[in-house]
C-alpha cells in the first residue's frame, strides 16, 4: 500500500511539473546565444534584464537610459529616452533563482493611452497568451515572449511618432504592481 501511495504520489508531481512547463526542452535562446549579440544593423540596442527582486535592471547605465539604485550587479532602469520614428531594439533576458514557473518576466510597451492597470489586471487570466490578455492586444506596441533564467528574447519596433510618455511592464502575475514598471519617453 506504502509503494503504491508513494507511486502514486511520484506521478502526480511528474505530472504537474509538466503541466507547468517544467522539464522540457529550455534550450531556446539564451544569455549566451549569439542572436543576443549586438548587431552592427544602426538600431539602437538596449539590454534589458528582469530580476527577482521585480524590477527592470540594466547592466550599466547606458545612454539615453535613466537609472536609479542598483539590484546586485545590475542598476535599475526607470526609463528609456527615444527620439520619435528611431527604430530601437530591445534585448530582454531573465536572471533568477527560482523557477520559471515561480519568476519568469517580459517586457510589453504600451500604447500612450493604454490602461495599464487595467492591461495587467485583465492580463493575469492569459497564462496561455504569456500574461497578454487577447482583449487588449491593441495597446501593445512591442512584447518579448515570458522567460524564464537564462532565457532571452529580442524585439525591435519603431518608437511611436507622437511624443509622450509610454508605460512598459511585466505582465508575469502580481510583477507589475510589484512595481516591476518603466517608461519610454518620447521626444
Not at 502514486?8 to 508531481?13: D, G, K, V, Y
Not at 542598476?75 to 519568476?103: D, H, K, Y
Not at 517586457?107 to 492569459?126: G, I, P
Given at each position: 500500500m506504502r509503494?503504491?501511495?508513494?507511486?502514486t504520489?511520484l506521478?502526480?508531481?511528474v505530472?504537474?511539473?509538466?503541466a507547468?512547463g517544467?522539464g522540457?526542452d529550455?534550450?531556446e535562446?539564451t544569455?549566451?546565444?549569439?542572436?543576443?549579440?549586438p548587431?552592427?544593423d544602426?538600431?539602437?540596442?538596449?539590454e534589458?534584464?528582469?530580476?527577482d527582486?521585480?524590477r527592470?535592471?540594466?547592466?550599466?547605465?547606458?545612454?539615453r537610459?535613466?537609472?536609479?539604485g542598483s539590484?546586485?550587479q545590475?542598476?535599475?532602469l526607470?526609463?528609456?529616452?527615444?527620439?520619435?520614428?528611431?527604430?530601437l531594439?530591445i534585448n530582454?533576458?531573465?536572471?533568477s533563482?527560482?523557477?520559471p514557473?515561480?519568476?519568469?518576466?517580459?517586457?510589453v510597451l504600451l500604447?500612450?493611452?493604454?490602461?495599464a492597470?487595467?492591461?495587467?489586471r485583465e492580463?493575469l487570466q492569459a497564462?496561455?497568451?504569456?500574461?497578454?490578455s487577447?482583449?487588449y492586444?491593441?495597446?501593445?506596441?512591442a512584447?518579448?515572449?515570458m522567460?524564464g533564467d537564462?532565457?532571452?528574447?529580442?524585439i525591435?519596433f519603431?518608437v511611436?511618432?507622437e511624443p509622450g510618455t509610454?508605460?512598459?511592464?511585466?505582465?508575469?502575475?502580481g510583477?507589475?504592481?510589484g512595481g516591476?514598471v518603466?517608461?519610454?519617453?518620447?521626444s
Amino acid at each position: 500500500m506504502r509503494k503504491l501511495f508513494i507511486s502514486t504520489l511520484l506521478a502526480s508531481f511528474v505530472f504537474m511539473l509538466a503541466a507547468c512547463g517544467g522539464g522540457g526542452d529550455t534550450a531556446e535562446q539564451t544569455s549566451d546565444d549569439t542572436s543576443m549579440a549586438p548587431a552592427d544593423d544602426g538600431v539602437r540596442t538596449v539590454e534589458v534584464i528582469g530580476v527577482d527582486d521585480l524590477r527592470f535592471a540594466v547592466p550599466e547605465g547606458g545612454e539615453r537610459l535613466v537609472t536609479e539604485g542598483s539590484s546586485g550587479q545590475f542598476q535599475i532602469l526607470e526609463s528609456i529616452e527615444a527620439s520619435a520614428g528611431e527604430e530601437l531594439r530591445i534585448n530582454m533576458r531573465t536572471v533568477s533563482n527560482l523557477p520559471p514557473t515561480a519568476m519568469s518576466h517580459n517586457f510589453v510597451l504600451l500604447t500612450m493611452d493604454a490602461d495599464a492597470d487595467q492591461f495587467a489586471r485583465e492580463s493575469l487570466q492569459a497564462a496561455d497568451n504569456d500574461y497578454i490578455s487577447p482583449e487588449y492586444e491593441e495597446w501593445v506596441i512591442a512584447a518579448t515572449e515570458m522567460l524564464g533564467d537564462g532565457e532571452s528574447d529580442s524585439i525591435t519596433f519603431t518608437v511611436p511618432e507622437e511624443p509622450g510618455t509610454y508605460q512598459f511592464i511585466c505582465t508575469f502575475p502580481g510583477h507589475y504592481s510589484g512595481g516591476m514598471v518603466g517608461t519610454l519617453v518620447v521626444s
